[in-house]
């Protein structure tokens, strides 16, 4: 009897000593809290966000003057461009409830248009004698560039496939908080 008491007691103080090793554990993790300002000011430190980059090869005819040889000058441009396009996630909006997260991100939009000033070949050159100022000539042409590489990016779904990539990266960012014992349910929509 005395044999089976001391078995006994030896099991509790296993028993208890693993559930208490399992409390202290539990005690001393960090504690994690999560809100919609923490998750909030994580996405705007990253504030614009290009997640798509079109790389164009343009053609312009840029034409000044009214009078052939007298006022009416022109010349081709070819150029390179890249477009860049994404979202603004200062301007996402978060919303933490109980243990859903609903993160809302802005529709993306063109964020920058860069013509490569070394690319620039021009061709088809005309000569004005009384209109030959060239300085203001290639600004406008330069002008026009950046339009017509603006007016490709709706040809390329560009700003759908921005919208996708930016998607992704905000759930990749808040993926950690989706898994374990204490995770959240995610949902990310575009506005």
Known sequence: MKKILIGIGAVALVVL???????????????VSLS??????QLTETSELATAKLEYRGLVRYENGDIDFLTKKGFTMVYDAEVKAGVDLSQASVDVNGRSITVQLPMAEVQSISIDPDSIEFYDESFAL???????????????AKDDAEGKVDQVSMIEQANGQAKTVVESLLAPFTQGDNAYTLTVVQQ
């Open 130 to 144: 009384f209109n030959w100022e060239n300085k203001q000539d290639t600004t406008e042409a330069l002008v026009l």
């Open 17 to 31: 000593g693993f559930v208490g090793s399992q409390v202290w554990n539990k005690a001393m993790e960090p504690s």
């Open 36 to 41: 919609a300002t923490s998750i909030q000011e």
